[in-house]
């Protein structure tokens, strides 16, 4: 009884996967039309965001990224550029060539009126592109494989007549670390690739933080001063400590492009307005005056540097140890979580793998993380046996009368394309 109720869910699972529309051309390696979301989120290359506007076609006009599968795809022309590579499509070859060394983007070409009204409705209800296994990627003339995070082979996809590549794999070639950030606070995401830290580089950090840490940690307990510490003392204190600060801070540090400029120009800024007042008090004036002017501003910017400075150092601090923080993690979903034991039953070196006559197998649902279903479909029989459905019987194609209500059997095949038993399509 146990089994039979088995066959049934996993025949009915099928059923369900194929009127949701899980439907492909004939082919794996025909393009496939898919419904992708617009992604408006941020891409940061080491610590610098990338311009809306440096995501353009070969014409030079503004084009949407857009996500599809958990993968971002950004268009040719901007992966070109930054990999400062010439950037050729290759229509009739399906070849996408990227070489030289001096890739840069079209001249930008402003939207009209009607296109910006495109673009909202693009923004509300998607868009829709192809998916193409065929489109092969070749730098320098070796031929790229590109993968998500997951290891997954990802392919290609085009939108308007321009060509789109995964965002991670352009990371992947560029030799920069990737990480995503789901930013569930601000209702956002973001992208962020980073060179990789040299070790010379991680020691000197590590260097800086030994003696920065204690510090900043130190500015954050003045943040709440006791009374026997309000006064010049207090403030004394604090602009000592944001010298010393400014004292250790690396010089020539690219890491995360700018964080360390920012700690420097933030800690310079406020030792500048303390100093100033501490000049004055020093000079005679009374603290209370000197405190007091401006709505407290002086006050105010000892509190300040108290607060952001130990914030500061504490971004450089997950930087250095190249985390994002746990909760910034995208959100792993049921979905996510059932695809990937899927591609850990199924799939070989991230693709589906092949029988004796070269024909693709495997399950269904994973044709949302590949693009491109299997030429063999697994399903179970009505006599219990496991083995597979040939996409053109399983799936419904254009032109195909099927009367609602009824039912109809098709064949279930062994790997070797012995018949073993049927399937019940309703």
Avoid at 8 to 22: D, E, H, N, P
Avoid at 212 to 241: K, W
Avoid at 261 to 285: F, M, P, S, V
Wanted: glycine letters at 10%; one cysteine or more; charged letters at 20%.
């Amino acid at each position: 009884m146990k089994g039979n109720l088995k066959v049934k869910v996993f025949s009915a699972l099928f059923c369900l996967s194929m009127l949701a529309g899980f439907c492909t051309a004939h082919g794996a390696t025909l393009p496939q039309t898919v419904h992708a979301e617009y992604w408006g989120g941020a891409v940061m290359v080491d610590g610098e965001t990338v311009m809306v506007t440096d995501f353009r076609d070969a014409s030079g006009k503004v084009v949407p990224r857009f996500s599809y599968g958990g993968t971002v795809y950004i268009p040719l022309p901007t992966a070109g550029a930054w990999l400062g590579k010439n950037a050729a499509w290759d229509a009739s070859s399906r070849t996408v060539s990227l070489s030289g060394t001096d890739g840069e983007l079209p001249a930008l070409v402003p939207d009209t009126p009607e296109e910006e009204l495109a673009w909202e409705k693009m923004k509300e209800e998607g868009l829709d592109v192809q998916l193409d296994p065929g489109i092969s990627i070749t730098m320098d003339g070796k031929t790229q494989k590109l993968v998500n995070a997951a290891g997954v082979t990802v392919y290609p996809a085009v939108y308007q007549n321009t060509v789109y590549l995964p965002l991670r794999s352009i990371g992947a070639l560029l030799g920069k670390e990737v990480a995503y950030d789901a930013l569930p606070n601000n209702g956002g995401s973001m992208v962020f690739l980073r060179t990789p830290l040299s070790p010379e580089t991680q020691a000197q950090l590590e260097n800086f933080l030994t003696d920065a840490l204690p510090a900043s940690h130190r500015l954050a307990a003045l943040s709440n001063p006791e009374a026997d510490q309000d006064g010049a003392a207090r403030l004394t204190e604090i602009e000592a400590l944001l010298e010393k600060i400014n004292g250790l801070i690396p010089e020539n540090c690219s890491f995360a492009g700018g964080r360390f400029a920012n700690l420097k120009k933030q800690t310079e800024l406020y030792q500048d307005e303390l100093a100033a007042g501490l000049a004055r008090i020093n000079a005679g004036e009374a603290f209370e005056a000197v405190a007091q002017e401006n709505d407290g501003a002086l006050l105010s910017s000892a509190n300040f540097a108290c607060l952001h400075i130990p914030q500061l150092i504490q971004v450089i601090q997950e930087g250095i140890t190249q985390k994002l923080t746990p909760e910034k993690q995208a959100p792993v979903t049921p979905e996510d979580e059932t695809l990937q034991h899927l591609a850990e039953i199924w799939l070989v070196d991230g693709d589906y793998p092949r029988n004796s006559r070269g024909e693709t197998y495997g399950a269904l649902d994973l044709e949302r993380m590949l693009g491109y279903a299997p030429d063999l479909i697994a399903a179970a029989a009505t006599n219990g046996k496991e083995g597979f459905v040939r996409q053109e019987d399983f799936m419904v194609m254009p032109g195909t009368v099927v009367e609602i209500g009824k039912s109809y059997m098709i064949p279930v095949y062994d790997l070797e394309g012995n018949v073993i038993g049927e399937f019940e399509m309703s």
